[in-house]
T-cell receptor
Framework: NAGVMQNPRHLVRRRGQEARLRCSPMKGHSHVYWYRQLPEEGLKFMVYLQKENIIDESGMPKERFSAEFPKEGPSILRIQQVVRGDSAAYFC??????????????FGAGSRLTVL | DAKTTQPPSMDCAEGRAANLPCNHSTISGNEYVYWYRQIHSQGPQYIIHGLKNNETNEMASLIITEDRKSSTLILPHATLRDTAVYYCIVKRGSRLTFGEGTQLTVNP
């Protein structure tokens, strides 16, 4: 089991460009979560998705940020027109739908976005 | 989610037990206590969780008081690799809300 796979691990963008971060959940997991960690700060919840559905996006900035988890393929966190304040580590986590481990999240290694 | 309170930092000698406290006085009857840790710049790692009873796994033990208003995470034999920020989280459902956590430093 390869765990939660995130790519790219490091991404550099110039202001105004788009950033796409991908997350492949653990095999058998149908729930995906995205968190952001700004430099020297704590982890902040962004969005919770199931296949083809956004369940909770209360932590997502209102503009420029979007997330999806299609029926096939990885979950995508998309940031349009990036600004320097978007520089952060973005962590994805997954959990199974049911069962004893339903509320235990497995995190990926993160994607580190640097905006020049 | 119930609010938790943890000391900002703790030190522990290598090979000794590390006891990390957490207060969660507003916890509801159906809310679990979860512990995660984050080793510098890595993704958070699940450690253990419990509802009422004490729990033990290969990583740690979790002691929950009878009134469930506080708990203690015990790392029985701390190693240098256990140096990390430890998060105590009380939640219902699937969303985790991370607080400031406790920076545990294990010293040689």
């Amino acid at each position: 089991n390869a765990g939660v796979m995130q790519n790219p691990r490091h991404l550099v963008r110039r202001r105004g460009q788009e950033a796409r971060l991908r997350c492949s959940p653990m095999k058998g997991h149908s729930h995906v979560y995205w968190y952001r960690q700004l430099p020297e700060e704590g982890l902040k919840f962004m969005v919770y998705l199931q296949k083809e559905n956004i369940i909770d996006e209360s932590g997502m900035p209102k503009e420029r940020f979007s997330a999806e988890f299609p029926k096939e393929g990885p979950s995508i966190l998309r940031i349009q027109q990036v600004v320097r304040g978007d520089s952060a580590a973005y962590f994805c986590a997954s959990s199974p739908q049911t069962g004893p481990g339903a509320n235990v999240l497995t995190f990926g290694a993160g994607s580190r976005l640097t905006v020049l | 989610d119930a609010k938790t309170t943890q000391p900002p930092s703790m030190d522990c000698a290598e090979g000794r037990a590390a006891n990390l406290p957490c207060n969660h006085s507003t916890i509801s009857g159906n809310e679990y206590v979860y512990w995660y840790r984050q080793i510098h710049s890595q993704g958070p790692q699940y450690i253990i969780h419990g509802l009422k009873n004490n729990e033990t796994n290969e990583m740690a033990s979790l002691i929950i008081t009878e009134d469930r208003k506080s708990s203690t995470l015990i790392l029985p034999h701390a190693t240098l690799r256990d140096t990390a920020v430890y998060y105590c989280i009380v939640k219902r459902g699937s969303r985790l809300t991370f607080g400031e956590g406790t920076q545990l430093t294990v010293n040689p």
